[in-house]
């Protein structure tokens, strides 16, 4: 087992070390950049704060073609007007809209920051484009929805409140059906309602995408939590440690274990920091190669190795007698499933499955070979070593994302945690948008859509159109099979197009579009957007899982409760976070912090605490 | 046995929440989002709880100081979420797809309560989960008849779905500005928790629980006047 623990150190070191790449968070011609650009449009030509009318002017223009778009069908109006009556509330959502203003005009300053100076003219240039597009879109909206009222006497759910965003629209027009007084409010209210959608959008976005993260992140503690209830093995400290541990923490003394903790903790650190600078200089010197096969041959070693280890354990455990023949049958087959799923291609379901076992696995490992104090001094030091990592300006993480913006290409593909089919579709549209966005979100979709697509078609004239395939990936959940049938259309009208995959709700991709397209990947552990969600690299899974895991072998559920809440409610502020700041973020800091901190309380204050008042059946 | 008891007692607790969460809550990534940062809060208020607890030793063996600490935190945690909520609610309105149904701000406010009532629910649950997994049997104190088990699990739901009517209740008083419904909710949570030291005294098991679900009762009806109510003008 001392082999499978140096071999298990070496391979975290891979995992681990291999970096962040968020391509395209930056770059104006990459369709993650895109929220940049027409941010930046919305600002510049819809204005801010300070110049309410101008904003509203433009406002007005788009709700018009919007509401051209709804009021062309029947139940749109109905809707009107019975929403008639709840104007207070709408004056109150406008005002509360003009706050919102305010966030977006700075969230979008900071991303002019990030742009080219000549980005201004020619999104505003886009923008006119866009509206243009608009218009042709709710025309074909119009002809959309006319048929589908005719057939339904109810009125299709999408058709009636489409994503909330028609509801805002709604919103605009109880709120000017009202006749509010104060006009000129009115329309600053309409201005900033209409600022207020971008980010309602991003919010929608946001709660999705936090739980297309808590899901996984949680069935991966899940299992690591199981595994530690059931097989001691892990939870039991046998002393064979990982060879980078320099102090056994034998010694009587606290503050001794201590200080030996913190030395282990910072030679791992150093070891993770020399690994990534590796990493980095093998990606700045193209060595894609070499770095190609340090990250197969640890995929390779996780899911034989450790899968034996594992089945092994549990095989002992439940008393489960197998031949060997079988059981070599069955890592063979599981093995190499695995390693093309991680590096070829796979169904996503099947992906997302093998990044999580082996997330788990390598925490289980990195829990049972590293000695108590080490791993929690560990956990704190990674946290900050995130920190320094994706945030400074000479961190290894930050120059390897600069590196790859430079380039414009994606790197690692195999170690991150993908939340959605569509970031497989990340090139560009040279053609209006289907008309399903028209139908579906009318005006908004709209104007993130055409501004963003446009430098991007500039960047990659020969991309395949994937517009629909963002669309699909986005509302996947919302509006599966009306998305199915306009998906087909597309498809059809897109078949030369050799690399639009065909997509199923699991979505099967081919291997070009993932090795060239490719958005974002983040390895060590960070977050990073894309159009299409949110990635988290699977070393924040690994440590989270670690963290979960050390509180289980404490063996309360109340603290395994407490570290597991914290976490998620890290995870969702990081993702708050990430929606301000709209770059690659470190997921660890915040999520551990709080799950220290909750583990040493809830260890320490909470269970007395409950356990005296339960005793006595006292309820709080 | 002792793991059929198990089952049958964490149902017991956990059945209605758990319902609850599937039917109501799970549907909307929102909702889900909602409910974890709501049980993060009050996951807060009890650790600051026993941290005081903790601090303040005079009082550790003396509940009623222990109760009246923990419910006020809690209800501190109850209007900060309720703040919280506030904040955020102009946002998730918006992207919520049921957003146009009137009874919209009660959907968030049983959501958040929901929140304080599984995690109330699970944290309490606990100890009893680790006494429960070891052999034998334990008496309740208040009444030896029964079992220690069957009566924290009956407890325990009562408390997970008090905390839902409460979380209405309140949040409709804040909106509404109603004095009473805000005040309701801190003097019956205080009420309800400090019935539970009749267990403790040894005396019945009834004289905590009865009142108790007729506390419940009692809240469900005010919840149903809340929500079968016209909407007002005021929010």
Redesign the interface.
Known sequence: MSSGGKLARSDSTDSTDSVTADTPLLTPSSPTSAPAPSYSTTTTTTGTPSNPASSSSSDQQRRRTASAALGSSPYSSSSFSSSAAAAPLNAEMASRGNFDTQSVSSVSSTDQLLLSPTQPQRSQQLLEDAQERRRQQSAAATQNSQPGAAAAPQPPRRAVAPQGNANSLNGNERTDAAGSPNAGANAAGDAAEGEEEDEDEELKYGAKEVMALIVPVTLCMAIVVASIQSITYYAQDSGDYLAYIAFKEDSDSGAENFGGAIINALIIVGVILVMTCVLVLLYKYRCYKAIWMWLFLSTVMLLFLFTYIYLELVFDRYNVAMDWVTFAFVIWNFGCVGVVAVHWKAPLLLQQAYLITTSALLALTLIKHLPEWTTWVLLAAIAVYDLFAVLCPRGPLKVLVETAQERNEPIFPALIYSSTMAWIAVAAVDKPVPSEDAEEVPQLQAARNDPEAAPVSTAQPTAPAAARQRRTGTNAGAAADEDEATNATAAAEQSQDSTAPAEDDEGTYSSSSLSHFHACSCSLSCFCTTEHGVKLGLGDFIFYSVLVGKASVSNNWSTILSCFFAILVGLCLTLVLLAIYRRALPALPISIAFGLLFYYVSNEVLVPFNNQLSAVQVFV | MSFMVLLGIALIAFSPVLVLVLLTVAQS??L??LL??S??FW?LS??V???L??IISPI?DA?VW??FL??AL?EVGRWATYRVLKRAE????????F??SRLVHHRLAYVSGLGFGI??A???F?????VATGPGMLP???CTGNS?YL??AF??CC?SLLHVFWHVVFSHGMNTNSKVLVAIVPIAHLA??LL??I??SGESCAG?LVPLYIELALFGFICWRIISKRPS?E?
């Open positions: 990534a929102e889900v989002v974890v940062c049980a993060f996951l009890i650790l709880t026993s941290i607890w903790f550790r509940y222990a109760i923990a419910v809690q102009p946002g998730l309105l918006k992207v919520a797809d957003a146009n995690m109330s699970l944290i309490q606990n100890p009893v989960l680790s309740s104190p208040g220690y009566v924290s407890t325990i408390f309800a928790s539970t030291l267990n403790e905590a003008r929010f």
